[in-house]
């Protein structure tokens, strides 16, 4: 049953199905994704997709359709930038609640975050994107010292309030706008809506997964996980293993399942790992410090074959074009042409050529 739960999240996330044929159509069906690495993050929704390339990925936030904000967990994802508004309203609360220790150990009471959000709120308004080095010197004209975390922890902060999010990159620099001005026209639901929209999401572009799994990706209550699921049960498919109860879309569960016994090198910090609070079904426990070395919470980029995690992988971009390091966990020579066949998607993805390709 664990072998099936695995190739299923493959055909559901669309890492195998690769039906979905844009960046926003992907991040729909995930609801959100999880985007500590930007560069990762890119790639994370090109691995879903056909034959995208950095360059569309990056069209997308652009063009306004999607967007990076910290509504899960008070993390970073990519999300819908219709959905950005309604997801903040019903995740951010929780997580809010959580830093006011961290914020006095930061010196910032209300009066400073008053201040800097009327210091952001001048300075974007008009519809500008500004970088972050440029709205910290903002701040630090204006008595405001963002050393020690406290600026990242402002950012943070008027984000989850969706009073700011970040907006495309000028070079590689983050820059931040006003999210008002940014998507005028977001939705707003209310909270029993909410949860059941973030419930369907998850199951359709998560599933099989349990309500506990649901409510660790959301940063939501069990017990607010549980309304959501319950809202949208008739929609779902429950199955019974290894003495859990896990949720799908009864659409995704349809139909036969395309082959899905092929080689994925993915990002780090992808949904098929972090989309779960219980890993077990696609890494097995003596690898996972592997994943995450020294605890540190930095997820590496992982090798997937027949939907287990079976090694790390790493690029190297140079002028002339990739290099990438492979470092397989066991044995899998007959799997190495499979291997190959993926490093090369992943170049085109990036619009260079493969230069070399090493296995450790």
């Known amino acids: 049953m664990t072998e099936s739960i695995a190739l299923r999240r493959l055909i559901h996330q669309g890492i195998a199905s690769r039906k979905l044929e844009t960046p926003e159509q992907v991040v729909k069906k995930l609801g959100a994704m999880q985007a500590q690495d930007y560069h990762q993050a890119l790639w994370a929704i090109g691995t879903r997709l056909p034959s995208a390339t950095v360059s569309e990925i990056e069209r997308s936030i652009e063009d306004r359709k999607i967007l990076l904000t910290w509504p899960m967990r008070g993390t970073i994802h990519f999300v819908l930038s219709e959905d950005a508004r309604w997801m903040l309203k019903l995740t951010a609360s929780r997580i809010l609640a959580q830093s006011k220790r961290r914020q006095e150990q930061l010196g910032l009471d209300e009066r400073t975050i008053e201040r800097s959000r009327r210091i ?15 709205l910290m010197q903002l701040l630090e004209d204006e008595g405001i010292g963002t ?15 969706a009073f700011i999010c970040q907006g495309p990159r000028e070079g ?8 008002d001005e940014w998507v005028p026209r977001g ?23 349990t309500v506990h799994d649901f409510a660790w990706w959301a940063g939501i209550t069990l017990a607010d996980a549980r309304r959501g ?3 949208v049960k008739s929609r779902l498919v429950s199955e019974k293993a290894n003495g859990a109860e896990y949720w799908s879309s009864e659409s995704e569960t349809a139909g036969a399942a395309p082959n899905v016994t092929s080689v994925y090198l ?4 992808d ?12 890494l097995r426990e003596e690898y996972a410090p592997r994943i995450t070395p020294g605890n540190n919470g930095i997820f590496m980029p992982t090798i997937v074959i027949d939907g287990q995690v079976v090694g790390l992988w790493k690029r190297t971009v140079k002028k002339k074009g990739i290099d990438i390091e492979l470092n397989l966990f066991e044995p899998l020579d007959e799997r190495k042409p499979d291997i190959l066949v993926a490093a090369e998607r992943y170049c085109r993805f990036m619009e ?3 230069v070399s390709i090493t296995f450790e």
């Open 266 to 269: 993915l990002p780090g910090f």
């Open 147 to 161: 050393a020690n975390q406290r600026g990242y922890h402002l950012l943070w902060y008027l984000s989850q309030t």
């Open 120 to 134: 952001f709120h001048d300075a974007l308004q008009g519809d500008k994107r500004i970088s972050r080095p440029v």
């Open 229 to 231: 699921v319950e809202a």
């Open 271 to 282: 949904e098929y790992l972090l989309g779960y609070k219980d890993r077990g079904a696609v």
């Open 172 to 179: 590689k620099q983050q820059t931040f706008v006003l999210l």
């Open 187 to 209: 939705k707003e639901l209310p909270m029993d809506e909410a949860l059941a929209s973030l419930a369907e999401s998850y199951y359709g572009g998560h599933g099989p997964a």
């Open 352 to 354: 260079l050529p493969l």
